[in-house]
C-alpha cells in the first residue's frame, strides 16, 4: 500500500507541475532557400580561416564526420582542430546538387558538394547537414554533419 501512496503523489506532482503541460512546441516558418542559404553561412565562416567561425555554426553536442579525417569530432575543440587542420589547404565548397527536407524545427540538406583548394586540388564528397533551429541563439545551427569523399573515381 505504501508503494501506491508514494506513486500516487508522484503522479499527483507530475500533474502539477507545468513543464508536463507546457505548451506545444512552435513550429519555425522557413523553406528551402533558407536551409540553402545555411551552407553559403558555413561556406563563408570555411573561408575566414579562424576556425572557431565554422563551430559556431554547431550545436554544442552535434557530431561531425568529416570529409578528410577518420576521426569523429564530437566537441568543439575537435571540430576546431579539424577546420584548423582543413583551412590551412583554403577549401572554399560548392554544392553540385542537393535534396533539402523540412521538419518541424529540422531541416536535412543532403547532396554532393566539391572542395576546390588553393593549390588546384578538389575533393568531391557527399554530405548530410542536419539542423535544428535554436530558439535562444535565434538561429539554425547543425546538429549533424557527415561528410565523405566520391569512393568512385571519375
Not at 571540430?79 to 529540422?106: L, Q, W
Not at 554532393?112 to 593549390?119: M, V
Request: glycine share 2%; net charge neutral.
Amino acid at each position: 500500500m505504501q508503494k501506491a501512496v508514494v506513486l500516487s503523489v508522484a503522479i499527483a506532482a507530475a500533474v502539477a507541475s507545468p513543464s508536463v503541460w507546457a505548451h506545444p512546441e512552435t513550429c519555425r516558418n522557413t523553406d528551402e532557400k533558407e536551409i540553402s542559404s545555411l551552407f553559403e553561412r558555413w561556406n563563408s565562416a570555411l573561408q575566414s580561416g579562424e576556425p572557431h567561425k565554422v563551430v559556431d555554426n554547431y550545436t554544442v553536442d552535434s557530431v561531425l564526420l568529416p570529409t578528410v579525417s577518420n576521426k569523429p569530432r564530437l566537441t568543439h575543440a575537435e571540430k576546431e582542430d579539424y577546420f584548423h587542420h582543413f583551412m590551412a589547404k583554403k577549401p572554399v565548397g560548392k554544392i553540385d546538387s542537393r535534396n533539402i527536407t523540412i521538419h518541424c524545427n529540422t531541416a536535412i540538406d543532403t547532396g554532393l558538394y566539391t572542395f576546390a583548394f588553393e593549390d588546384g586540388s578538389q575533393v568531391k564528397a557527399r554530405y548530410t547537414y542536419t539542423y535544428k533551429w535554436d530558439q535562444d541563439k535565434e538561429k539554425w545551427l547543425i546538429t549533424s554533419h557527415h561528410s565523405s569523399a566520391m569512393p568512385e573515381k571519375k
